[in-house]
């Protein structure tokens, strides 16, 4: 399972960005893809999830109002696009990934992370 995450950047505050989690090695339509975050001297911090298997999503609520998840089932991808965002909003970014097929109620399977992808938010 490869995981690979693009599209962060340097943003002013108010701006947008979209990051893009491309998946493979995987049964796409079987995994939930998570979008995490960790600032430096902080803990990671779970802000979104797609699972690929119900087509549910969840947020934080960081986030909620301001990011949207989705998926693309014809690219293995999963994208976190980020509006309005603040500087509190700095951070790497790092997607995941877990085998959840429909009716799973929790999971022991491993899960998969990308290597990070840096966001940093202006004042």
């Known amino acids: 399972v490869q995981l690979v995450e693009s599209g962060g950047g340097l943003v002013q505050t108010g701006g947008s960005l979209r990051l893009s989690c491309a998946a493979s090695?995987?049964?796409?339509?079987?995994?939930?893809i998570g979008w995490f975050r960790q600032a430096p001297g902080t803990e990671r911090e779970g802000i979104s999830n797609?699972?690929?298997?119900?087509?549910?999503?969840s947020y934080a609520d960081s986030v909620k109002g301001r990011f949207t998840i989705s998926s693309d089932y014809s690219k293995n991808t999963v994208y976190l696009q980020m509006n309005s965002l603040k500087p509190e909003d700095t951070a790497v970014y790092y997607c995941?990934?877990?085998?959840?097929?429909?009716?799973?109620?929790?999971?022991?399977?491993?899960?998969?992370w990308g290597q990070g992808t840096q966001v940093t938010v202006s004042s």
């Open positions: 995941a990934a877990q085998y959840w097929p429909r009716r799973t109620l929790a999971s022991k399977t491993p899960v998969y």
């Open positions: 090695g995987l049964n796409f339509n079987n995994y939930k």
């Open positions: 797609i699972t690929n298997s119900e087509g549910t999503a």
